[in-house]
């Protein structure tokens, strides 16, 4: 006979549970295992942690959880940005995201590859003149130009600047403003898909104005408005932050960063913009970049809303309660990944390959049919500006600094990561 609800063991988070989202999760897990409930948020939640429990929520039991509820109502992402694919369900996502996949695989990146490298070299060929940086806003102008320009067809220049303001005041600025800085958004953005239904251009943009069900109906302004928010900002504020992590890892750790010099050599040479094959090719690098996403998740726990009511290592879960399935729990438990809090990266090379011993252990992206879109994209555009960066200058890290990942819904380093650079 299966416990109820209110048998699932009870925490509190402490009061630093944002500066020490990973330890404290890891050690809930530890200490209670794959369920623990909590009354932090308000309503009754649960956290599933583990790979048991991933799997659980990402591909065996996944219809069970909403993410229009996780994602769209915990997390308010439906009124900020619209209904995009993040906070679809069922069918409709199902549609949705069959529409986007082909914009998104490996070999399609090489479309986007000449937008990323000609936006990584100015942005960070211009760190020489001020000579010292925050790595997390530098890599935040990067990833929002290569995101407005490569999946939205946006111009460089002002219309770039104008979509990174509005973008911005949504994501950072007063919450009271939201609806107005949302009718400002919408009303340029429905201008854009009007021009796109009269030029259908071959960016996303352009696929999502082209594109009909079986039926003949186009998609309308709103789902465009909604999906295009989605991907610009979910397309640039995740990749900021594990960018800025890997550089941060990389600086920090001289033998690695040498075999990483060392492969980028062998791979690319000296000052050449890497091909997509080459950008695959780097495989010392990858294994940084999963490193880097183990320790740092820019998404920490991936939220639900339980809609049909389950049970789960003998408890009763009824519909209606939220779920944080917690990816960073998992990242930092002993078990999965041997010393889980050094940074070891041959981790993930033969013949430890600690995260393919124990699928749903490594879930930076998530897992399972909804597993980021942007995987590919992240991926490369990451390894792109590494490489770029590692083969074109020295970073120093600015002496005297607290470096802090914070959580919310997505992490951040707190006061931001400063690095002195000069020409290698
Ligand atoms: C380091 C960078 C990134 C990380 C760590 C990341 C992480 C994630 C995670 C954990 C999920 C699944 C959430 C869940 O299970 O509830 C997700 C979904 C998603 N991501 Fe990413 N993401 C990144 C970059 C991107 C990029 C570059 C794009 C777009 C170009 C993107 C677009 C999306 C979309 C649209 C979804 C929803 C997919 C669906 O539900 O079908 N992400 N991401």
């Not at 999906?227 to 995740?238: D, Q």
């Not at 998404?299 to 779920?323: K, L, M, S, T």
């Not at 590692?390 to 819904?409: C, D, F, K, S, W």
Request: hydrophobic share 40%; aromatic share 10%.
């Amino acid at each position: 006979m299966a416990r109820p609800f209110n048998a699932i063991p009870l925490v509190k988070l402490p009061a630093d549970y944002d500066r020490r989202t990973g330890a404290i999760l890891a050690g809930f897990y530890e200490q209670h295992g794959p369920i623990f409930r909590t009354e932090a948020f308000g309503s009754p939640t649960i956290f599933l942690a583990g790979p048991e429990a991933n799997r659980f929520v990402m591909t065996s039991n996944r219809l069970k959880f909403s993410h229009h509820v996780g994602w769209g109502r915990f997390f308010d992402t439906e009124f900020m940005f619209g209904n995009g694919l993040l906070t679809m369900d069922g069918d409709e996502h199902a549609q949705h995201r069959r529409m986007m996949n082909p914009a998104f695989t490996v070999n399609y990146m090489d479309r986007y590859l000449p937008i990323m490298m000609r936006i990584i070299r100015e942005r960070v060929d211009a760190w020489l003149t001020v000579g010292e940086v925050d790595l997390y806003d530098e890599a935040r102008k990067i990833t929002f130009d290569v995101a407005a320009e490569a999946l939205a067809g946006m111009a460089p220049g002002k219309e770039v600047e104008q979509f990174r303001d509005l973008y911005s005041a949504l994501m950072y600025g007063n919450w009271s403003s939201i609806t107005e800085i949302r009718t400002t958004l919408d009303s340029l953005l429905r201008k854009k898909i009007k021009e796109r239904r009269a030029n259908p251009t071959d960016d996303i943009l352009g696929m999502m104005v082209r594109v009909q069900d079986e039926a003949g109906h186009h998609l309308s302004d709103e789902q465009i408005i909604a999906h295009t928010n989605i991907l610009l900002v979910a397309g640039h504020e995740t990749s900021t932050s594990l960018s800025a992590w890997l550089l941060y890892l990389l600086v920090t750790q001289p033998d690695y960063t040498a075999r990483v010099m060392a492969e980028q050599q062998a791979v690319i040479g000296k000052h050449d913009d890497p091909t997509l094959d080459q950008i695959k090719n780097m495989k010392v690098l990858h294994y940084a970049l999963q490193e880097a996403e183990r320790l740092y998740p820019p998404v920490p726990n991936g939220p639900r809303g339980v809609v049909e009511d389950f049970e789960f290592e003998g408890y009763q879960v009824p519909a209606g309660v939220f779920a944080l399935y917690s990816i960073i729990a998992s990242h930092r438990n002993p078990r999965l990944f041997a010393e889980p809090d050094r940074f070891d990266p041959d981790r993930f090379a033969p013949p430890r390959e600690e995260d393919k011993k124990t699928p749903y252990s490594l879930v930076g992206f998530g897992g399972g049919p909804r597993i980021c879109l942007g995987i590919n994209f992240a991926q490369v555009e990451i390894k792109a500006l590494t490489s770029y960066i590692l083969r074109t200058m020295e970073l120093n890290l600015v002496p005297g600094q607290t470096i802090q990942q914070v959580y919310g819904a997505t992490g951040f380093p707190l006061n931001g990561i400063r690095m002195k650079v000069r020409r290698r």
